[in-house]
């Protein structure tokens, strides 16, 4: 069975930081292409980080560039989204998912086959 499951949202301050875990079960991470995204309340997903399974090569979304880092170790099955500076528009709920990219113009994208985690809550609030 594969799960994807997320851990480390909290309730943190503007300017803080998180450091969210997705752990992957049932299959390897270094044949997938990985993601993060987030959905805010009232709001549609949002594509956030992604990691290519080929060369590592990574995606952010403009909102989040220069203070988001996404990483992933293959060995433990583990993909990580460092969170820094965090504004009160991050909050969210994160999800990682495995995706699929576009060999045209490399946008990462999921499909029918790709799996999802649960979901963890990020808020960000003084």
């Known amino acids: 069975q594969v799960r994807l499951v997320e851990s480390g949202g909290n309730l943190v301050q503007p300017g803080g930081s998180l450091r969210l875990s997705c752990a992957v079960f049932?299959?390897?991470?270094?044949?997938?292409?990985i993601a993060w995204y987030r959905q805010a309340p009232g709001r549609g997903r949002e594509k956030v980080a992604c990691s290519s399974r080929f060369d590592g090569t990574t995606y952010y979304e403009e909102s989040v560039k220069g203070r988001f880092t996404i990483s992933r170790d293959n060995a433990e099955n583990t993909v990580i989204l460092q969170m820094n500076n965090l504004a009160p528009e991050d909050t969210a709920v994160y999800y990682c998912?495995?995706?699929?990219?576009?060999?045209?113009?490399?946008?990462?994208?999921?499909?029918?086959?790709?799996?999802w985690g649960q979901g963890t809550k990020v808020t960000v609030s003084s």
């Open positions: 049932g299959i390897s991470l270094s044949a997938y292409n």
């Open positions: 998912a495995t995706v699929a990219v576009d060999p045209m113009d490399g946008d990462y994208y999921p499909t029918p086959n790709d799996y």
